[in-house]
């Protein structure tokens, strides 16, 4: 059947595409506060702890706007996400200590607590990689309606499980290390994708290593091919419930150059999309993109990126959502 929409409803339609005008709204989504009223829950959470760029915290709102234009189908799956499932935008977590790191992450825990009991999925967006630990806690692990501990696929230059630094527990640099202490990640299922960059120390990625992440490096992504890293990718995640988190670093600069620990080289955005496509079909319980610093990309190519990445991974939940039903 062709399209052939009406003059309003064209006008309507139009209106989507105005990033720049209304109430910005992450991929235009309702505004919403009731967790019984959603499905898929959309947060800005603006918590920046990792001291290289503290503005972090400016993310959500600079995603908001340009993600606003968003509210659209899903070109490769020819599925509309907002028809399958209750997309809402819930606004931004309140951290009412957001200078005191191990504070505020059990401030958080206790937000996305209420929501999961809910039966709501989140997805977030940040903030630093500190943002990703509360939000495991309170969907996985032996104290969660999931009772045991989830697969994560992790997209980062970086392991981010350092230990503890400075005095600080929950840092940006360690919640991956954490949540395998903590019963919260499945390390048989848990993916390490991009790996890339100098190190601190040579040592510094054994807690990885040793935990039998799976490291699946830039360089070898490279030598494999995109095809092969997916296969590799759906082989160790296998069935049951993944946590998606993405840290922007692990995109070439070119594509986006707004992020807090930029390294050279990385993924560009057309093999990230094709990578995030395939886990169509996954049990993709939640997910996040963090570590965006607006002020060093007036251009809002970093932001688009984002919102093309979100929308990828929320029409994969929003998909899982309705065969759910």
Known sequence: MSFTPSADEAIELLEGYFYWSGFPRLLGCEIETDFTKADIALVGLPLAINPVERTQYLGPRAVRHRSQAYHRGHREFGINPFELARIRDFGDVPIPTPTIADQAVLDIEKFYARMDAAGVLPFTIGGDHACTLPVLRA???????????????????????????????????????????????????????????????????????????????????????????????????????????????????????????????????REMLKILRSFRGMDVIGGDIVCFVPHLDPSQVTALHISAIMHDIVTVMAEGVAKKR
């Open 139 to 269: 969907i996985a692990g032996p104290n969660s309606r999931r009772k045991g501990p989830v697969g994560i696929i992790h997209f980062d230059s970086h392991t981010d499980t350092y230990g503890d630094s400075a005095g600080v527990h929950c840092h940006a640099g360690n919640g991956f290390r954490i949540g395998n202490e903590e019963g919260l990640i499945d390390a048989s299922r848990y993916v390490h994708v991009g790996l890339n960059g100098p190190m601190v120390h040579p040592n510094m990625d054994d807690y990885s290593k040793d935990a039998g992440y799976r490291m699946l490096t830039l360089d070898e992504i490279e030598e494999i091919g995109i095809p092969a890293a997916i296969e590799e990718i759906r082989k160790v995640i296998g069935d049951g419930p993944v946590y998606v988190t993405v840290d922007l670093d692990v995109l070439t600069l070119s594509d986006a150059p707004a992020v807090a620990d930029p390294e050279a080289g990385g993924l560009t955005i």
